[in-house]
C-alpha cells in the first residue's frame, strides 16, 4: 500500500498534458450560394468541385461539378445515368425512410407505454444487391450495401457520388491522375471514408482500406507522388454549454495514404467508412434510456393538479441547448407539444423537439445537427435545404411556426421564400413550397405571426395582411374596414375565439420603452371585417410585458397572458388575462412554478391551452414543462 501512495504521488507531480481545447467555427459568408465545399482546379489540368451546401438548391446539394468555358458546371445527371446501381440507390433510399418512420412509430408508442412489432422485412431488395451482375467495383459496393439495408448508409455506397458533406479537402495526385478526398462533416456525423475521382472516366469510387484516420472534417490534405498526407481536423464535443465549443482538434500527428495501395498509415487508426455522431442530449439515444413509461400514473397527476398553481412536470429526460425566442405548438391528434425554437445564442440545430402529454416524456428523433460557423448567430443562418433536406433554424422562430389542424402537420414560414413542412407522425421534415408575395420579405420570422383554426392556420404580416393555409397553399383573406395593423418584433400576437369565430390581436411598438395601450383589434373570419375593441381597464394593460405569449381559454371564455404583472402590495406577481364576454382585462392569482420567471417576462415561453385536458401548458428555454389548471372561480378575478 505504501508503493501505491508514492507512486500516485510521483505520477501526481508530473506535468499533466492539457484536455484539447473546445471552441467554435468562424463564420462563413453566406452571400456565396455554395457554402462550405471544396474546390480545386489544376494548371492545364482537370478540375472537380465537392461538398457543401447549395442554399439555392431542390435538394441542398451542389454535387460534383468540373469547369467548362471557365463555369462550374453540375455533372451529377450525367454520373447518374451512368450509374448501373441507381435503382437500388434509390430502393435503399426508400429502405431508409420506411425504417426511419417506423423507429420514430415505434418510439411514439414506446412514450405511449405501448409497444410495436417490425413489419419491415428487406429481404428481397438483400437478395437483389447479392445477385448484381455488373462490374467488381460495383459487386462489391452492392454488396457492402446488403449488409446496410435500411440504414443511410447502404444507399451512399450506390450512389453515383459520394455522400454530401461539408468542409472536406481535395486533392490531385498527377502519378495516378486522381483526385481524392477524405471524410468530411455531414453536419450531424463525421465520416472517415475514402475516395477517388477519375477525370477520365468521370467517375466516382469508394476506396475501403482496412484501417483509416478517425472521422473528422476541416482536415488539410497535401500530395506528392501517389500518396496523401493528412493532418488536423475536428471532431464534435456534443457540449450543451452555453454558447459553448462545439469543436476539438485531433492533434494526431500525420496520416499518410498511399493510393496504389490503398493504405493509411500514421498513428492508431480505426475501421473505416464510420459515422461519429454527437452524443448525449444531442442525440436521440439519450431520451430513449428510459423504464417503460405509465400512461396511467400520468394521467393521475394531471387530473390530480391543486388549482391555480403551475406544476413543473419534471420530465426524466430534459433536451440542450438552451432553446430561446421562440414558441410552442400543440398536436392535438397526437398529443404532442411541438418545440422548434432557437437561434442568436441559442441551439442553432434543424431538430424539431417532441414533448409526449401522455407521458411527460421528451423525444428527439433525429441526431443534432449543427450549421457550422453559423451556430450562435443572431439572423445568419443558411437558407435552403441541408444535407438531410431540413431548413436550418433562423435568428429567433418567435411565433413564425404552427400545427395546421386540416393537414395534421406543421409548418414554418420563418424563411424568406418557402414554408416548411414538418410531420410529427415521420419525425422530420417532409417538404417545402413557395409563399405568396406577401409573405416574403427580408427577416420575416421576427414578424410573421401564426394562430391555428379550424379551417386552417392564419398568418398575420408586418403589413397587416392575413393568410390562411387551405387546400395545400396559403391565401390571402379579403379584409373589410379600418386596416388592420401589422405584427410587430417582439410585441405581438394573434389568437383564435373559437366561441365567436374571430381573431383577437394584440401588438405595441417595439421597444422596452414603449407602452402597450391594452387595445385589441379584432378580425371577424365570417365577414373580414376589421374593428378594434376597447376593453375596461385597457390603460391598465401597460403592465402586460409580454405580448408574445397570450393564448385563448375556450373553457372559461379568456385569453390568459404568459407573464405576469408587476408585484401587487404583498409582493405577488398576478397573471393578466382579458374577459372575452365582459370585454375587461382583468388579473388572475396563480402561484406555482411560474413559467415565466421572477421578473414577469420570458421571451422564450411557449405557452398553449389544451382544450381537451382543459390545461394550460408551457415550456421555457431549457425544455422545462410546466402545467396549470385553471379555475377563475378561485382565481381571485380583479378588473385589472
Known amino acids: ?19 484539447p481545447k473546445s471552441y467554435r467555427l468562424p463564420s462563413t459568408d453566406l452571400k456565396q450560394r455554395v457554402i462550405w465545399g471544396s474546390t480545386l482546379e489544376v494548371p492545364d489540368g482537370p478540375s472537380l468541385a465537392f461538398g457543401g451546401q447549395d442554399q439555392k438548391g431542390e435538394d441542398g446539394n451542389p454535387h460534383t461539378r468540373i469547369k467548362v468555358d471557365g463555369e462550374w458546371v453540375s455533372i451529377y445527371e450525367e454520373l447518374r445515368a451512368a450509374n448501373p446501381l441507381e435503382r437500388l440507390y434509390g430502393e435503399c433510399r426508400a429502405a431508409a425512410s420506411q425504417l426511419k418512420s417506423f423507429t420514430t412509430r415505434r418510439w411514439s408508442l414506446f412514450l405511449e407505454g405501448r409497444s410495436l412489432p ?60 486522381f483526385f481524392v478526398t477524405f471524410g468530411g462533416d455531414h453536419l450531424d456525423f463525421l465520416m472517415n471514408d475514402t475516395w477517388v475521382f477519375d477525370p477520365a472516366k468521370k467517375k466516382w469510387f469508394q476506396r475501403h482500406p482496412k484501417e483509416a484516420p478517425p472521422p473528422r472534417a476541416n482536415h488539410v490534405l497535401t500530395v506528392a507522388d501517389g500518396k496523401v498526407t493528412l493532418t488536423g481536423g475536428y471532431t464534435y464535443t456534443s457540449s450543451t454549454d452555453y454558447v459553448g465549443g462545439q469543436y476539438r482538434d485531433h492533434n494526431d500527428g500525420a496520416w499518410v495514404y498511399d493510393i496504389a495501395t490503398n493504405t493509411w498509415t500514421g498513428g492508431k487508426g480505426v475501421a473505416a467508412d464510420l459515422r461519429v455522431y454527437r452524443t448525449g442530449r444531442l442525440h436521440p439515444d439519450y431520451y430513449r434510456d428510459i423504464p417503460l413509461p405509465d400512461p396511467a400514473a400520468f394521467a393521475e397527476k394531471l387530473k390530480s393538479l391543486p388549482s391555480n398553481t403551475w406544476v413543473n412536470t419534471r420530465p426524466p429526460k430534459l433536451p440542450g441547448l438552451n432553446r430561446d425566442w421562440g414558441t410552442a405548438v400543440l398536436d392535438p391528434d397526437r398529443n404532442l407539444i411541438l418545440r422548434w425554437s432557437g437561434g442568436h445564442s441559442a441551439h442553432g440545430g434543424s431538430d424539431v423537439l417532441q414533448y409526449h402529454m401522455n407521458t411527460n416524456c421528451w423525444e428527439l428523433t433525429m441526431p443534432v445537427e449543427f450549421p457550422l460557423g453559423q451556430l ?23 411565433q413564425s411556426y404552427g400545427y395546421d389542424p386540416n393537414l395534421k402537420k406543421m409548418l414554418f414560414t420563418g424563411r424568406r421564400d418557402h414554408c416548411y413542412v414538418y410531420d410529427p407522425a415521420f419525425g422530420d421534415w417532409t417538404g417545402r413550397f413557395a409563399k405568396p408575395k406577401g409573405m416574403v420579405y427580408g427577416d420575416c420570422y421576427y414578424t410573421l405571426t401564426i394562430t391555428s383554426t379550424p379551417k386552417g392556420l392564419v398568418c398575420w404580416t408586418q403589413e397587416g395582411k392575413l393568410f390562411r393555409y387551405v387546400d395545400s397553399e396559403w391565401r390571402e383573406l379579403t379584409l373589410k374596414g379600418p386596416k388592420l395593423p401589422g405584427s410587430v418584433v417582439d410585441n405581438s400576437t394573434v389568437v383564435y375565439d373559437s366561441k365567436r369565430d374571430r381573431l383577437l390581436f394584440a401588438r405595441k411598438q417595439y421597444g422596452d420603452k414603449t407602452e402597450y395601450d391594452g387595445v385589441l383589434q379584432v378580425v371577424d373570419l365570417k365577414t373580414g371585417e376589421v374593428s378594434a375593441l376597447a376593453p375596461e381597464g385597457k390603460e391598465k394593460a401597460v403592465g402586460v410585458s409580454y405580448l408574445c405569449q397570450l ?46 420567471g421572477k421578473k414577469g417576462r420570458n421571451v ?3 405557452l398553449m391551452y389544451d382544450a381537451a385536458r382543459k390545461l394550460f401548458w408551457a415550456v421555457d428555454t431549457n425544455s422545462n414543462v410546466y402545467v396549470l389548471r385553471l379555475d377563475v372561480a378561485t382565481a381571485d378575478l380583479k378588473p385589472l
Open 1 to 19: 500500500m505504501i508503493r501505491t501512495i508514492a507512486v500516485l504521488v510521483i505520477l501526481a507531480a508530473l506535468p499533466q498534458e492539457k484536455p
Open 376 to 398: 450562435y448567430s443572431n439572423t445568419e443562418y443558411p437558407d435552403g435545404w441541408n444535407f438531410n433536406n431540413r431548413p436550418w433554424v433562423t435568428g429567433h422562430t418567435y
Open 604 to 606: 422564450s415561453l411557449g
Open 551 to 596: 393564448r385563448y381559454d375556450s373553457t372559461n371564455d379568456l385569453v390568459l397572458g404568459g407573464c405576469t404583472l408587476p408585484p401587487d402590495g404583498d409582493g405577488f406577481r398576478r397573471t393578466p388575462a382579458y374577459d372575452c364576454a365582459g370585454n375587461r382585462w382583468v388579473s388572475l392569482k396563480i402561484g406555482g412554478d411560474d413559467p415565466s
Open 118 to 177: 417490425n413489419p419491415l422485412n428487406f429481404d428481397a431488395l438483400r437478395a437483389d444487391l447479392v445477385a448484381v451482375k455488373a462490374g467488381d467495383y460495383e459487386k462489391d459496393q452492392a454488396r457492402r450495401a446488403a449488409e446496410k439495408v435500411g440504414e443511410d448508409a447502404a444507399a451512399d455506397l450506390l450512389g453515383a457520388e459520394p455522400p454530401p458533406r461539408a468542409l472536406s479537402p481535395i486533392v490531385y495526385d498527377a502519378t495516378t491522375k
